[in-house]
């Protein structure tokens, strides 16, 4: 089997928020051309500034959308609330500072494990497949499994950011023994964050691995060849590699 792409289309709607008013370009229909062009899941982050995702994308998504709903999301009791009324088909648990770009690195599940124990337990309960977004950290890994976490995905930042090739191997090594790790003690094992259609040919031989999330790099390449085709050519590349 080959890993699944999941697709987030974020910054269409980060295009579209970009002059307020504009209803396009639509995110629902990014989703639907991602879909079709061969992703396996679409993801989504729902962020308690809504600056690109909307509350309205998201109900639409949950309706129309033409493979798996990943909602990323922090966790808050409002997010909480959203992601059991709208039951996606699994939920990632991210950090979120209102001042950052984008992501900044993984939820430290060690230091909120009582809290985080709890949003799992009700994702789990509504039938949502519960995820953490956390560092490539042994402990954390660990953490997460004790919280009954059904998957965990990798931050790959630090792997993606690296400067020269000892520090690029350094950061593989962790991603390396945090997927060992998480497929011993039984968790799905997920990856995202920076990933482009060059860096990520060498987590392509990590096969505990089972799904890739990116977002960025398929939608600035779609500003040159189309969303199509951008999706098109990130699934043959994880395929060729399979």
Known sequence: MFPRL?????????????RKVA????????????????????????????????????????????????????????????????????VTLVPEKREEITTEGGLDIVQHQNSIERTVGMLTEAGIRACLFIDPDLDQVKASHKVNADAIEIHTGQYCEAKGSDE???????????????RKLGLAVHAGHGLNYHNLKRLLQVEDIEEYNIGHAIIARALFVGLD????????????AG
């Open 6 to 18: 999941g697709v987030n289309i974020d910054h269409v709607a980060t295009l579209r928020q970009v």
């Open 23 to 90: 209803p396009y370009p639509d995110p629902v229909y990014a989703a639907f051309i991602a879909g079709e062009a061969g992703a396996d899941q679409i993801t989504v982050h729902l962020r308690e500034d809504r600056r690109h995702i909307q509350d309205r994308d998201l109900k639409i998504l949950k309706e129309t959308v033409p493979v798996r709903l990943n909602l990323e999301m922090a966790n808050t009791q409002e997010m909480v609330k959203i992601a059991l009324y709208l039951k996606p088909f699994s």
């Open 168 to 182: 690029e191997d350094r950061e593989f090594a962790a991603i390396l023994n945090s997927t060992k790790a998480g």
């Open 229 to 240: 085709r951008a999706v098109r050519e990130m699934v043959e590349l994880i395929r060729h």
